[in-house]
């Protein structure tokens, strides 16, 4: 890799486009990156890593901002940079992330950062790409190296070294493995950790498993552990094979149990049946026993009531004859009754002529119909009543409204004047405030332009001082145009220069802004206090005060009588006040005139009503109306209670006719007779069960007394029931135990069947993960250095970057040698350091001169400024082995040289220039006045306010 070109805008500290010509600094081979602290020298460097990666070197890529300050507000930041890699010229623009004005508007908005690659074929440039992971990735394999590897090696820098140099072995592991891309054995030692957690976590899932189904069985089994088993860890037993056979022998043991229980069962059962038997036949002894007793009981029982249940027929006989009389008994009782209650309704009417009462009736009915044609217009004279006085309540309510109205306007009137006379005051109280405000300003802007004067004038009275200081070595002088200067003006210590004359100026100029904002306050309150007196007029506080107390007082009757507070509802202009109002007038128009048209239809309707009531002595229609219903009820009444009577009459002496005929029929003397001889329906179905229950039961019993056997009976003696039923009991009770026990045991064995195949299926899960664990933790301490094996404890990606550290060390010790005049020399050593708990990584200085092996942080600041070098020019070296031995022609190395006496960097600049061979060019970045002597050929950062610059010298 050659650099050719560099071209920097608004990046870093430089404002305007600076640029870089690194094919003339080249012919040199060896240049000086020099500039005052803060320039930009390592700016420059910044430059060329950012435009071929897109990033800075260390930590001032996370503050992630590049763009210089002091550019102008539209400048992008860019860089452009020209570079042959692997034999190919490239030209690589970039620009960071930014924020830039917005095009339209006000503010800013993010600018994305950009990429454009072309490459130079045939004289011409060709694009390549504008896409940033393409370019990132084109870029990288051309070079050959990781931006982290490109700042190690093309970039030395030395203070990281320094750090690398005296860290520990953790901190130059870190480092070590990000140059050399070794992390997939740092991923090895993860995944075997990672995979030590997962079979540890499995094992003890599957060890939990385990103790379950263990208890479980022991539950089941009612049989306890054995005394040197711990549940908590069951990995010996599960190992050698005893937790299967514990289990097995248990579920041998329940499954005799099982064998002799149902054994046990099967001969209670036979006990069990045999009494079951016996008890059977002595019951049914017993029972037909009881039975012949009891039919000889009931024999004799029956026979004495034989008279009785001959009485009960013969009364039932004469109850089923008078059973057909019954009911003319009834009808005829009824139309006794019925013509009697008529007989006593009619006399209690007084009537006697049935014509009379209906020429009555009809005079009614005539009357009623003319009063109910009224009647709609006594209705339409309620409702007309009715909505009358609605409307004068109407009326009535528009007329408070109105009212209302006119006091709340007035009331927001004065609380409008309330709040201008307050304003007033307030305005008046800002006024003596801004005045004041305004003296003060004017007073410091008169004294500040005193101040400024008095300034000029000392800077006058010290000007050939500041000219003299402005002179450089062999410059010409501004006054006399000399270059010699033999006696060169001294200013005094305490004299002024541009800077403070121009900080006073614009004090000054500050002060007078403030002035003139102070006095355009003054003058726009004024005019506002004078708007409001000319609004306000003479009122006084007081005044409005009293107006507004009148008006509220005023208000709150009106408010108490709907419910609500005086000033609850304000127009909120004058023009909705004048739209109320006007819809007010109108509501009260139209109420005035639907009042008129009302009360004539009253009048009309009271005179029509009264005409019709004149000569009663009703108040109303709906009185007279009734007092005609009521007449007419009371006449129609009396015509049905004659013709009901005259009917009742005829109804009854048909019916007793009938009854007389019916009872001779019956066989009866008398219809009394016939009643006597009548009873209830239910009566005679109970009397007639009765008989013929009697001669069934007769009969039944006579059937028992005279069966076969009946004769063996009454000489044979009851059995003794109460012990053998006891002894069924007792034999029941032990067959229900015996069988319990063979359920419970059934269920056992067939709970430890499952339960062993379980645990066995549970063991052999946990079988291979004890054994791959077991494999994992070894091999898992063995590559973290943790296993007495490991006798470094080195982990296995510091026994990788010890190799290379190895190469490096190596690599660094030929340039430590001409360096240090074959004084020094880096050891690398795989014993740990002082408070290191691995080792593999540390590294000690050798000191021929003394045989002694001693620690770096021991080396003074040049001593280890030159060992700092030495490594990393031997890491450059070996990295650069590493990617494939990709040239490098562009070297920088940063800093450090400070610390150096005169003969060690002789030695160093050797070293230096040793690495120009083979066409090489090596920048040397220092502010080290005494390398501008050595280094003729100088690329030199200026600083300034408005941005640093870049200049090349021989």
């Not at 007639?688 to 000489?715: F, I, K, M, N, Y």
């Not at 920088?892 to 120009?916: K, P």
Request: net charge negative; aromatic share 4%.
């Amino acid at each position: 890799m050659r650099l050719h070109h560099l071209e920097i805008t608004a990046f870093g500290p430089f404002a305007d486009t600076v640029r870089v010509d690194f094919d003339e600094l080249s012919d040199a081979g060896l240049f000086l990156l020099s500039g005052a602290t803060g320039a930009g020298k390592t700016s420059v460097l910044d430059a060329v890593c950012f435009a071929l990666y897109g990033d800075v070197p260390g930590d001032r890529n996370t503050a992630k901002r590049l763009r210089c300050d002091q550019a102008g507000p539209g400048v992008a930041p860019r860089v452009v940079l020209e570079a042959t890699l692997g034999a190919r010229r490239f030209r690589i623009e970039r620009s960071p992330l930014w924020e830039r004005p917005k095009l339209r508007g006000e503010g800013t908005t993010t600018q994305q950062s950009s990429v454009t690659l072309a490459e130079r074929v045939d004289g011409e440039w060709r694009h390549l790409s504008s896409r940033l992971d393409e370019t990132g990735h084109l870029i990288s394999h051309l070079v050959g190296m990781t931006v982290t590897q490109f700042t190690q090696v093309a970039m030395l820098p030395q203070g990281r070294f320094q750090t690398f140099l005296r860290s520990r072995s953790e901190d130059r592991h870190a480092v070590l493995q990000q140059l050399f891309r070794t992390g997939r054995f740092a991923d090895v030692e993860r995944w075997l950790r990672d995979r030590r957690v997962r079979l540890r976590r499995a094992g003890d899932e599957a060890h939990q498993r385990v103790a379950d189904l263990v208890s479980r069985v022991s539950e089941t089994a009612e049989s306890p552990l054995p005394g040197d088993w711990d549940i908590r860890d069951l990995t010996l037993p599960a190992a050698d094979g005893q937790l299967g056979a514990w289990a097995g022998a248990l579920h041998d043991d329940a499954a005799r149990s099982l064998v002799e229980g149902r054994e046990a069962a099967a001969d209670a059962a036979t006990a069990e049946a045999t009494l079951r038997g016996t008890l059977a036949e002595a019951r049914a002894l017993h029972e037909r026993l009881a039975g012949h007793l009891a039919a000889e009981a009931e024999h004799d029982r029956l026979v004495a009531a034989a008279d009785e249940a001959a009485d009960t027929g013969r009364r039932v006989s004469l109850a089923q004859r008078a059973s057909g009389v019954a009911p003319l008994l009834r009808l005829r009782d009824q139309a006794r009754d019925q013509r009697d209650r008529l007989a006593a309704d009619v006399d209690l009417l007084e009537v006697r002529d049935r014509d009379q009462v209906a020429v009555g009736v009809e005079t009614s009915l005539e009357e009623a119909a003319r009063v109910r044609s009224l009647r709609p217009a006594a209705t339409r004279l309620a409702e007309a009543t009715t909505e009358l006085g609605g409307w004068h309540q109407r009326q009535a309510q528009v007329t408070r409204e109105t009212h209302e109205l006119r006091l709340q306007s007035r009331l927001a009137a004065i609380d409008q004047q309330v709040r201008l006379l307050r304003e007033h005051r307030s305005v008046s109280h800002r006024i003596d405030v801004a005045r004041t405000a305004w003296h003060t300003a004017r007073e410091s802007a008169l004294t500040l332009h005193e101040s400024l004067l008095s300034l000029r004038e000392a800077r006058l009275d010290s000007m050939a001082g500041e000219i003299a200081l402005a002179l450089a070595v062999g410059a010409c002088c501004p006054v006399c145009g000399s270059a010699e200067h033999p006696h060169k003006a001294q200013p005094s210590f305490d004299a002024p220069d541009a800077a403070a004359e121009k900080a006073a100026l614009r004090a000054v100029d500050d002060a007078k802004a403030t002035e003139h904002l102070r006095d355009l306050e003054v003058r726009d309150l004024v005019a506002a206090r004078d708007r409001l007196t000319e609004a306000l007029g003479e009122v006084t506080l007081d005044e409005l005060q009293s107006q507004r107390a009148d008006v509220e007082a005023e208000l709150a009757p009106l408010a108490a009588s709907r419910g609500g507070r005086a000033g609850a509802s304000r127009p909120p202009d004058p023009a909705q006040l004048d739209e109320q109002l006007r819809a007010l007038d109108r509501r009260s128009a139209e109420a005035a005139a639907r009042i008129d048209g009302l009360t004539t239809e009253c009048t009309d309707l009271r005179a029509t009503l009264d005409r019709a009531l004149a000569g009663t002595d009703c108040p109303d229609l709906d009185a007279l109306l009734a007092t005609h219903e009521a007449q007419l009820a009371s006449g129609r009444a009396a015509l049905r209670a004659l013709d009901a009577l005259a009917i009742a009459r005829s109804t009854h002496d048909e019916a007793r006719g009938a009854l007389e005929r019916a009872s001779a029929e019956a066989g009866f003397d008398s219809p009394e007779a016939a009643a006597a001889a009548v009873l209830p329906e239910a009566e005679v179905e109970r009397l007639t069960r009765a008989v013929r229950t009697h001669e069934q039961r007769l009969a039944a019993v006579r059937e028992v007394l005279g069966a076969p056997g009946a004769d063996e009976l009454t000489s044979a003696l009851p059995p003794d029931l109460p012990p053998l039923v006891e002894a069924h009991a007792d034999a029941l009770a032990a067959l229900a135990r015996t069988r319990g026990k063979v359920e419970h045991v059934v269920v056992r064995v067939t709970r430890l069947a499952a339960l062993q195949a379980q645990l066995e299926s549970a063991l052999r899960s946990w079988a291979p993960l004890r054994e791959d664990l077991e494999v994992t933790v070894r091999l898992a301490a063995f590559v973290e250095g943790k296993a007495p094996d490991n006798r470094l404890k080195m982990r296995l990606s510091a026994y990788v970057l010890a190799y290379r550290l190895g190469q490096v060390v190596a690599a660094a010790n030929q340039r430590l040698a001409s360096m240090s005049d074959q004084r020094y020399s880096l050891v690398h050593t795989g014993d740990r350091g002082a408070g290191e708990t691995r080792g593999g990584l540390s590294l000690l200085v050798r000191d021929d001169w003394s045989g002694e092996t001693r620690d770096p942080a021991t080396l003074s600041g040049g001593e280890t400024f030159v060992v700092s070098l030495a490594l990393a020019l031997g890491l450059a070296d070996v990295i650069t082995h590493e990617v494939g031995g990709a040239a490098l022609d562009t070297l920088f190395v940063d800093e450090g040289f400070g610390s150096l006496d005169a003969d060690t960097l002789d030695d160093v600049m050797d070293t230096l220039d040793a690495l120009r061979d083979g066409g090489r060019v090596v920048g040397v970045v220092s502010h080290v006045a005494e390398l501008r002597d050595r280094i003729p050929t100088q690329l030199v950062v200026t600083k300034s306010r408005s941005g640093s610059t870049v200049a090349l010298r021989r």
